[in-house]
């Protein structure tokens, strides 16, 4: 049964950081990219940052350019996102997502197949 969970969430002050992990278990997402996406409440689900399978190619949203880095471990089937100089508006439900194992590089909400249950991040002003 494929699985993935999200740690790191938390609440922090603005300005702040936090380094959200997705470990993926079940089987193997070497060949598969990874995306990290947020859900503020009343909006729809937005893509974050996305990473390639190789690790070579990322993706992220004009939003957070600057700020966020999404990495991963193949080996440990583990993806993260580090978040710095949080804002407020950061504030969302983060979920992690994994795409077919099809060496496709994908950045979109629909384009992903498997989903964690989501980490809360809270930023206050």
């Known amino acids: 049964q494929v699985q993935l969970v999200e740690s790191g969430g938390g609440l922090v002050q603005a300005g702040g950081s936090l380094r959200l992990s997705c470990a993926a278990s079940?089987?193997?997402?070497?060949?598969?990219?990874m995306g990290w996406f947020r859900q503020a409440p009343g909006k729809e689900r937005e893509s974050v940052a996305a990473?390639?399978?190789?690790?070579?190619?990322?993706y992220y949203a004009e939003s957070v350019k600057g700020r966020f880095t999404i990495s991963r471990d193949t080996a440990k089937n583990t993806v993260f996102l580090q978040m710095n100089s949080l804002k407020p508006e950061d504030t969302a439900v983060y979920y992690c997502?994994?795409?077919?194992?099809?060496?496709?590089?994908?950045?979109?909400?629909?384009?992903?197949?498997?989903w964690g249950q989501g980490t809360q991040v809270t930023v206050s002003s």
């Open positions: 997502a994994a795409s077919a194992p099809d060496y496709i590089f994908r950045t979109s909400v629909h384009e992903y197949d498997y």
């Open positions: 079940g089987r193997t997402f070497s060949s598969s990219a």
């Open positions: 990473i390639s399978w190789s690790g070579r190619t990322t």
